[in-house]
Nanobody, 126 residues
Framework: QVQLVESGGGLVQAGGSLRLSCATSLRTFSRRALAWFRQPPGSEREFVAAIRWSGGSTYYDSVKGRFTISRDGAKNTMYLQMNSLKPEDTAVYYC????????????????????WGQGTQVTVSS
């Protein structure tokens, strides 16, 4: 059974930084897309960032230049470095992964992902 476990969330002041980690039980990241989504209070889950197994990445416009997604295949772990945090970044953050398959573009919709973590809360105070 595939497991994804997020950590690193917490309370931070605006302008601060956090690094989220997602430890996975996936044996390989090969041919998978890995992503971070978030769900703000009272809102639907939204895309944050994704990275293809080969290294290409894509970001939600509002986090470009502030967030960086990365992965360490040797540790089966993915990361989200979040800098210059804003109160509107407050949300539960989820990591997700696809089954191994080729896709022409890095997917940015929840339905494209097969495995999910339980979420970690990020709260940014003003």
């Amino acid at each position: 059974q595939v497991q994804l476990v997020e950590s690193g969330g917490g309370l931070v002041q605006a302008g601060g930084s956090l690094r989220l980690s997602c430890a996975t039980s996936l044996r390989t990241f090969s041919r998978r897309a890995l992503a971070w989504f978030r769900q703000p209070p009272g809102s639907e889950r939204e895309f944050v960032a994704a990275i293809r197994w080969s290294g290409g990445s894509t970001y939600y416009d509002s986090v470009k230049g502030r967030f960086t997604i990365s992965r360490d295949g040797a540790k089966n772990t993915m990361y989200l470095q979040m800098n210059s945090l804003k109160p509107e970044d407050t949300a539960v953050y989820y990591c997700a992964a696809t089954d191994p398959r080729w896709v022409p573009d890095i997917p940015d919709t929840p339905s494209a992902y097969d495995y999910w973590g339980q979420g970690t809360q990020v709260t940014v105070s003003s």
